[in-house]
């Protein structure tokens, strides 16, 4: 597979990193999924709507939430688990970390030697593409999972908070995070055009845990995120989007017009 990888990533031109980081990001589903993660974690996030529901941009990190009833220690397993996987799809070189430093939140690390080299992206041989998932242990209460069957690399079946539940933790991560990231506003631009209404009682329940300036409750989310479209960095939105967008056209939605006539519209 390493060798296929190759060949199809290089072939995307200027989205060959991001093919690369896509193609592995397939991969580490494939291998949790074989662990039977599934049946503890749910798939979130932008990565999420990017694999799952055909988001036109590409991602970097893997997110997932806990369900209830999980169990916790099948994340000791996982790195072994993931190392057999990749390494049984030609990446017997793949570096993992493990990291539970952030309390409620579970980080590993996967790194790649020599791919952005031999795909001609770095000069350098040891530079190491890396991919980060992080499982959320303690989430907040009242998401909705559903489950995604798909057959590449290999069949799987992925569980993942249903699109309501997605769109509420991004409504979240704009609301209460402390700092302008433009992935966030091209999502939630993405979903007032699929006129996706949010899981408004998870969205309550993680302003709870994370509150914001901006609004207290779900049902208020739209007043929330007008007022942070008013304060947004717009600059600031297309520097961090613009390297992972598939049709460099839509740059030009994002700007604060766009979002606060589409927010009203949704």
């Not at 991969?27 to 990017?50: K, N, P, Y």
Request: proline fraction near 5%.
């Amino acid at each position: 597979m390493r060798e296929q990888y190759l060949r199809e990533s290089v072939a995307t031109g200027p989205h060959a990193v991001n093919r690369m980081r896509e193609l592995l990001q397939w991969e580490i589903l494939a291998g949790l999924h074989r662990a039977e993660s599934f049946r503890h974690i749910a798939f979130v996030g932008g990565t999420c709507l990017r694999l799952l529901h055909g988001l036109h941009r590409f991602s970097e990190d893997l997110d997932f939430s806990f369900i209830a009833g999980g169990d916790a220690s099948l994340l000791t397993a996982l790195p072994s688990a993931l190392r057999k996987h990749l390494a049984g799809a030609g990446f017997d070189d793949v570096e993992i970390t493990y990291s539970d430093s952030l309390g409620a939140v579970t980080s590993i690390w996967l790194k790649f030697p020599g791919l952005l080299h031999e795909m001609g992206a770095s000069p350098m041989a040891a530079q190491k593409l890396s991919i980060k998932l992080e499982i959320d242990q303690n989430p907040p209460s009242g998401a909705v999972t559903e489950t995604k069957v798909h057959s590449t690399p290999s069949l799987m079946a992925i569980t993942a908070h249903d699109m309501p539940s997605l769109m509420a933790g991004k409504l979240h991560a704009i609301l209460a995070r402390p700092y302008t990231k433009g992935r966030d506003w091209y999502d939630l631009l993405w979903y007032c055009g699929k006129a996706v209404e949010p899981n408004t009682e998870l969205l309550t329940a993680a302003l709870a845990q994370r509150p914001s300036v901006h609004c207290q409750t779900g049902v208020e989310w739209r007043k929330g995120a007008l007022a942070a479209a008013e304060q947004c960095d717009w600059n600031a939105v297309l520097q961090d989007v613009g390297p992972f967008l598939e049709n460099a056209i839509d740059r030009t939605l994002l700007n604060k017009e766009t979002m606060l006539s589409a927010l009203k519209k949704a």
